[in-house]
């Protein structure tokens, strides 16, 4: 458990993705859902034998690609960088097959914590009683784990949230130190702060 300080936020995680490379796998049909579904369980060596490509390879890179919900897709330069730790801490890294050889790898977030405060946070409601998609977030802040990128079960399978301003050395973080390293491919939209 991680203590907040003052300044905590919280962020989803995602691709930018009008600016960033694809990148997808050489399945057909409806095997393609099983093999882009990242829903905090490992996956270990299952996604040896599948080939990837660069769906638009006119596009500039990035440090980060899109095309998988649920998990961040980076290159050779965030596997060699400090960054690495952190990576390492939120789940498993697994090296992509890729067709033209180049190293990328994908982080498969298995940190899953049970943080949404579902008494202050506002969902949408169904005629049927049945709640929707988060529209205003709140969090247990106390509950916060070790791992500066999580998910929570509520939207496992698509979202991605870091925080920051919580642990005394902010690089220890990672979007401070994804923003110190000027990695580039992703976007952070801030979901939660504690003070307003």
């Not at 829903?39 to 980060?64: G, Q």
């Not at 976007?187 to 307003?196: C, G, N, Q, R, S």
């Amino acid at each position: 458990m991680v203590h907040s300080l003052n300044k905590m936020k919280i962020y989803e995680v995602r691709p930018d993705t009008n600016n960033v490379q694809w990148v997808m796998p050489r399945v057909l049909g409806e095997a393609i859902l099983d093999v882009l579904s990242f829903d905090c369980v490992k996956r270990n060596d299952e996604l040896n034998n599948i080939r990837w490509f660069i769906y638009d390879p006119k596009t500039p890179k990035k440090n980060f690609y899109t095309g998988i919900n649920g998990a961040l897709v980076f290159d050779q330069s965030v596997y060699d960088s400090e960054l690495l730790t952190i990576l390492e801490i939120a789940g498993e890294i697994l090296p992509l097959n890729m067709e033209t050889g180049e190293k990328l790898y994908l982080l498969n977030i298995l940190d899953c914590i049970n943080v949404l405060d579902h008494d202050r946070s506002i969902r949408e409601l169904y005629s049927d009683g049945t709640k929707g998609r988060v529209l205003q977030y709140a969090f247990h802040e106390d509950y916060l784990s070790e791992s500066s990128l999580f998910k929570i079960p509520e939207t496992s399978k698509v979202e991605i949230l870091t925080y920051s301003g919580v642990k005394g050395n902010s690089l220890d973080e990672f979007y401070t130190l994804y923003k110190e390293l000027g990695f580039t491919g992703l976007v952070f939209k801030e979901l939660y702060p504690l003070h307003a």
